[in-house]
Structure formats: C-alpha cells, structure tokens
C-alpha cells in the first residue's frame, strides 16, 4: 500500500479511533520506559504508584484536541508529581513529547505556552540541582532538546494546517469569483439573446407588415381594375412583384446572419426584372447584386414608388441638407421607420397623399412622415409605433407619432449620428 492510499485510509477512520490508538502506544511506552529505567543513586524503586502516574498522564491525552492547555498543564503535574517521588528521571517523558506538540499545533496557545514554559524550566531547574550541575552543562542537552523539538513540530503542523486553510480560503474565493464571472457572462449572453430576438422581431414585423400591406393595395387595384385597365392592373401587378421581391431580399440576409452569420447577397433564379436596373438615385436594384444585411436610406425611393403605386397614396419624397453616408445602423433605423410609418398610412390612414422628409443635419437625421389621412392610427398601439420607438431609442435618439392640428397622422424622429457609430 503506498503512503497516499495509507492517508486516504486513515482519513476514513473515526478521530477516536486515531487518538485511543495513541493513547495505547504511548501508555505501553510510559510504561516499559518506568519498567527500564536506570536507578541512579537516591532514586526510589518505581512501584505502583509510580506506574499509576504515567498511565495518568496518557490517559489524560484523550482529551488534548479539545482541551490542549488543559492536558498539558494536567502532564506538567504528573510530571513534577512523579519527580518530587524520587522515580527514575525522565522515564514517563513519551505523554510529555505528545502534550508538548499539542499545545504548540493548538490555533489558541496562549494558554498552552505559559504552561510549556514553565514545564521545561521546572524540568531543567530539577536536573541542574539533583545532579549539581552547570544550567549550560551538555549533559542537559538530550531532555531539554527533546522538548524544544516537539514544540517546534507542533509549530510546523500549526503552519501547515493555517496554510491549507488560507489556501482553501484563496480557492474558494476563486471559486467564487469564477461563478460570478460565469454568471455575468450567462446573464450578458441571455441580454444579448433577448436583444437579438427583439431586433428579429422587429425585423420580421417591418419587413412582412410593409410587404403585406402593399401587396394587399396592390392586388385589390389589380382585381378591381383588370378588365376596365390593364395597364392600371399591370402597374399595380408589378408593385406587388417588386413589394415581394424586396421581402424576399430582406428576409434572405436575415436568415442568412441567423445561419452562418453572414447575409445572403444573391438574388434567387426568377429575382431578376430589367426595371430595376437601377433606382432613381443612381442605386443598382438587379439581380445578383450583393446588398447589405440591412437597408440603406437608397433604397427609399423604390419603397415609396411601390407604395404610391395604383390607388396607393402619393408619396412624395425631399431631402434636405448635405447627403453624406451615415452609419449602416442609422440608415437601416431611419428606413425602418419610414417603412412601418407607411405601412401605417397604407393599412389606417386611407390617405391621399404622405410626405416623407429626410434631413441631413450636422448631428444626427431627422425624419418626418405626414399623411392626410382621415383614419388615424390611434398612437401607442399595437407593436409598430412601439418597434420604431425602441428602434429610435436604442441609437440614443427618440421618436414622436400623434395626430397632426391640420389633418392626418405625424411620425417625427430624430437619430444622432456619432463618431463612434459605425
């Protein structure tokens, strides 16, 4: 058996086990020991007396890890006891090594210690006066030695045992620390999720409301107009196409950040149309054209074409100040809202006309959508005003819908624009 099973062993026995055990061995030493003894001249014979006295001494051990003073205050007394008898000198010593390390391994000595010290003082004093010897004699070595030597074991265990138990401190503050940093992290990954899945909602909405929405004009002027105007009906057909193509385009770089992380940028077989060669703007809008994962302010033009389409509101589009490029962040805000505030106007508002302002400031993008409209959206409700709100409020900016003094329904926003952004 190796010495690391052998204390994994005895770390399983029952402390009583281990300490009557050392009281055995160490009564049937304190024993032999008075047995064997050497008489010098004037000692007295050890008798029964004599015996009674070490096995008291041992006895007294089973008490030394609650109350080591105490035991070895009780040892110091058979000691000088046994000693003022006349016995052989130095023969019961063995409870005296064990009490000795005990009261120097205590965590409290400063009873204990008093007591050591008295008892090696006493010890050497007697010895220097039986034999008339010099305090510095080498002859006093052996028995002072021996005490001083099982203090300082007692010492080194007391050290060691103080060391484990501020290791096991350091470790369980580490421990600790570790679970609080693993907690930050779940608890940030779950925010993260939980933003993640607000802003696809948010997405899924904009994108599917507006879709919808215009689909849903554009296919009743086609019903409606079919056999009186085709080419009306066509028109409007083609809205529907474009409205569709757009959300698929949209929802294709959606799901493709959800999948791999990047957007899908190609157009699917059938996605072509020769009039989207390009848009007013100079933007190109064909087939097998990489757009970005989210929307840019180009791309507005083409969304208020589709929506003023047909029976569809006009819709006129101004910009004003120093167009420049913004952050992806706050052109993909900005559309979004002009988006959702359209759809507004085209499933609510049964409106005539939306003006659409967008203005470049030095600090930031204001945007402005005022329809005619005499069936307001109630402001507040339902999840789109909502969306546009949270969407204007996560880049620092705000944003305000309610019913116009002169007719219709007003969406302002305001997004700043920083340098940081990007």
């Not at 007295?44 to 609650?66: C, E, F, I, N, W």
């Not at 008898?85 to 409870?95: C, E, N, R, S, W």
């Not at 009490?99 to 090696?120: C, E, H, K, N, Q």
């Amino acid at each position: 058996m190796t010495f690391d099973a052998l204390r994994r062993w005895w770390a399983t026995v029952p402390p009583w086990v281990g300490e009557s055990a050392l009281v055995v061995v160490v009564a049937v030493a304190t024993v032999f020991r008075i047995r064997a003894g050497v008489l010098q001249s004037g000692d007295r014979p050890p008798d029964q007396a004599a015996y009674l006295l070490g096995l008291a001494m041992s006895t007294v051990l089973l008490l030394r890890r609650r109350w080591p003073a105490l035991v070895l205050a009780l040892v110091t007394l058979c000691w000088v006891a046994y000693h003022i008898l006349d016995y052989p000198g130095g023969a019961p010593a063995v409870p005296v090594w064990v009490a000795l390390y005990t009261g120097a391994a205590a965590t409290d000595r400063s009873a204990s210690m008093p007591v050591a010290a008295f008892l090696i003082g006493s010890d050497l004093q007697g010895r220097v006066a039986t034999h008339d010897l010099d305090p510095l004699d080498p002859t006093l070595d052996g028995s002072f030695g021996v005490f001083i030597a099982a203090l300082l074991l007692g010492e080194a265990a007391r050290s060691r045992r103080r060391w484990q138990a501020e290791t096991r401190a350091r470790l369980a503050l580490l421990t600790a620390e570790r679970d609080r940093v693993a907690a930050d992290r779940d608890r940030a990954a779950a925010e993260r999720l939980a933003r993640e899945r607000i802003r696809i909602a948010q997405e899924l909405h904009d994108i599917t409301a507006h879709t919808i929405a215009v689909i849903g004009v554009q296919a009743g002027v086609a019903a409606e107009t079919l056999k009186d105007s085709p080419e009306q009906a066509q028109a409007a057909l083609g809205a529907v196409r474009q409205a569709s193509r757009e959300a698929m385009r949209d929802l294709r770089a959606a799901v493709g950040v959800l999948r791999d992380g990047t957007p899908a940028t190609a157009d699917l077989p059938g996605d072509a149309d020769p009039a989207d060669a390009g848009s007013p703007e100079g933007v190109p809008l064909g087939a097998g054209r990489a757009e970005p994962p989210a929307p840019s302010l180009d791309r507005l033009p083409v969304m208020a074409r589709a929506c003023g389409a047909g029976d569809g509101p006009a819709v006129a589009l101004s910009w004003r100040g120093d167009r420049r490029p913004l952050p992806r962040a706050v052109e993909a805000t900005a559309y979004r809202i002009a988006q959702e505030a359209l759809t507004n106007v085209l499933r609510h508002a049964a409106a005539n006309r939306v003006d659409v302002t967008v203005e470049y400031l030095p600090d930031g993008l204001r945007l402005e959508i005022v329809d005619d409209g005499t069936q307001p959206a109630a402001p507040g409700t339902g999840f789109g005003i909502r969306g546009m709100a949270e969407r204007a409020g996560s880049l620092g900016g705000w944003l305000a819908a309610g019913s116009d003094p002169a007719g219709g329904f007003r969406v302002r926003a305001w997004l700043p624009v920083r340098e940081a952004t990007t």
